[in-house]
RNA sequence: GCCGAUGUAGCUCAGCUGGUUAGAGCGUUGGAUUCAUAACCCGAAGGUCGGCGGUUCGAGUCCGCCCAUCGGCACCA
């Protein structure tokens, strides 16, 4: 069975959960979804990230230990992780002893080839801040803080470098081999000029805080949390320890999903250090965008994020799959951010899933129930046209098309296309009823041969159709199935073509998405 | 400042290598219909394709300039 690994970000322990962690991880449980559905052996990886010097100080704060506000924060992510029906295989925390002991030890490794060594930085630094400014914004500032407005001092630090420099051939030549590493394409040629521009070596470990994991030959450092976190792909799977890790096989991931704002790390250090430990490289850096608040940015001060609460009050007021469904459709994938409008949301729920999806399902299943009294009368024939038009494909070349567009739009991570090929098999069955008008025929009962004829290609299409839109609304496909003969797929390739549904078999009616009054206030 | 992108109907967006009256979905609106969750179906209104200039027989589609919006600019998890 081929093997899948996706992963979301680490989620930073400091920030509470909002709607870019729903949306990000929702986005992989999909994927996880759809490509068990088709037979692949997945491990989908989320997690939290907790070191750093952030955390340190917002436990200090609250006189609590960073341990403590980590145990804390971390369980009320995996606490979202329930709200939103996810199906991660596991939850890696940094603070885990699994982890520290593993990134040690590629710490140790990276030290062995060379690839990190000991150096010393100089640059201007903010104690106000406790950071270092770049040269161009110390200059910027005119050598001043740009927070507290007290003088930056020149300031020079020991520490431990990654050797980035040293890669950019190597990486330069890998983009160039892999024209896919980073989506979307715009992402992609961001990181390829930024690389243009020259790679110098990176920092990885600190010494103005103890939060975190001690460099293994060094405890007086502490590893930089950018590369702590990065490394929780590899830990989880046990690629340190020393048999390689029981979950090996899973190595490397097929996506790593993040937002934009974190992809120069897994873009270019990520992949740097990956080679200089000579692992395999993933398939895909997948950097999508960000959601919107009414056309405003999300912000602290705007007090304006769709923060938890909220989406908890769109999952009680339109259902889980409602929700799941704007985030796929409607959702930040390209590389333009995407607006989070209430009155949108409305509409959409109202336009695809009540008025097209369920309306479709319930009156395709009306009609067999009046008809026929529930039972299937004959097969659904797969060599009749799907429409009177000229030049019109079968019932089954449609269904079976749409069906192999929707699993390859899943695997290739275009989720919002492979919705809407799902949901064009829908819109067919509603133009067929619609051209052969099926409830006129069955005035006449010398029609009910064609009646039936005609609804058993509805009710197999609309089986397909709910097939293939189970790993998106994980709740309501089930309930369509369940009317149509069958329950949860196991097998999209099968449920989610024709042929799946026999002479006999008992539809009954089903209205999956009711109307809903207005968006929560 | 540097690099990159975007700007097409009220909203979200399609428009490949330039070629007849610029498209879709949603929203608005008129009608038709009843199998269905006031759904589905048909029709209508609505755009000087950001602005100016250029190339061309012909430009939303190529070139230049300008305006606007957005993103990236490394230690920010």
């Not at 990654?162 to 051939?169: G, I, K, M, N, T």
């Amino acid at each position: 069975m081929a093997r899948a690994y996706i992963t979301t970000p680490i989620y930073y322990v400091n920030d509470r959960p909002h709607i870019g962690h729903a949306y990000t991880t929702t986005l992989c449980d999909v994927w996880a979804r759809a490509m068990r559905a088709c037979g692949e052996d997945v491990f989908f990886l989320t997690g939290t990230d907790e070191h750093g010097v952030k955390v340190e100080k917002s436990a200090q704060e609250r006189g609590i230990s960073p341990k403590a506000l980590a145990d804390e924060n971390s369980a009320e992510f995996r606490r979202v992780l329930g709200t939103f029906g996810l199906t991660n295989d596991d939850f890696i925390r940094t603070t885990e002893p699994r982890h520290e002991r593993q990134v040690q030890e590629f710490v140790r490794r990276l030290l062995a080839t060379g690839a990190v060594y000991a150096g010393e930085f100089e640059g201007w630094y903010d104690e106000s801040q406790e950071e270092y400014v770049t040269e161009t914004r110390a200059k910027e500032c005119n050598y001043l803080s740009p927070v507290s407005g007290k003088p930056l001092v020149r300031a020079k630090e020991r520490n431990y470098y990654f050797r980035l420099s040293a890669f950019q051939e190597r990486l330069e030549a890998f983009f160039a081999a892999n024209p896919g590493f980073v989506r979307p394409e715009a992402r992609f040629n961001e990181v390829k000029g930024r690389l243009r521009d020259g790679l110098q070596d990176v920092p990885i470990t600190r010494t103005n805080f103890t939060w975190g994991i001690p460099m293994p030959n060094d405890p007086e450092h502490v590893i930089y949390v950018w590369i702590d976190a990065l490394f929780n792909y590899a830990t989880a799977l046990g690629l340190a320890e020393p048999d390689g890790g029981t979950r090996r096989d899973w190595w490397p991931a097929r996506y790593h999903v993040i937002g934009k704002e974190i992809l120069w790390f897994h873009a270019v250090v990520w992949p740097a250090m990956l080679m200089a430990l000579e692992l395999p490289l993933p398939g895909c850096v997948y950097a999508h965008s960000f959601w919107i608040s009414n056309g405003q940015k999300m912000s602290k001060s705007m007090g304006n994020f769709i923060d938890l609460p909220t989406i908890e009050r769109y999952v009680a007021a339109y259902g889980l799959d409602a929700w799941r469904w704007a985030m796929i459709t409607q959702g930040p994938l390209g590389a333009t951010d995407a607006d989070f409008v209430p009155k949108q949301f409305h509409e959409l729920y109202t336009a695809q899933l009540v008025n097209t999806f369920a309306n479709c399902a319930s009156r395709t299943s009306a009609m067999i129930g009046k008809y026929f009294d529930g039972t299937l009368p004959c097969a659904p024939e797969g060599g009749r046209p799907a429409s009177i038009a000229p030049g019109s494909p079968t019932w089954q070349a449609l269904v079976d098309g749409a069906r192999d567009r929707s699993l390859e739009h899943y695997r290739a991570f275009e989720l919002d296309q492979a919705a809407d090929a799902a949901l064009s098999i829908i819109r067919a069955v509603d133009a067929s009823i619609n051209e052969t008008q099926p409830f006129k025929l069955a005035k006449d009962p010398a029609n009910l041969p064609e009646v039936g004829a005609i609804l058993a290609c509805c009710a197999q299409g609309v089986r397909a159709a709910a097939a293939l839109l189970q790993p998106i609304l994980v709740t309501k496909a089930d309930e369509v199935l369940a009317s149509y003969g069958g329950c949860t797929p196991t097998d999209l390739v099968r449920d989610g073509g024709w042929g799946t549904l026999a002479a006999g078999t008992t539809i009954t009616k089903c209205a999956p998405f009711m109307r809903v009054d207005a968006p929560p206030a």
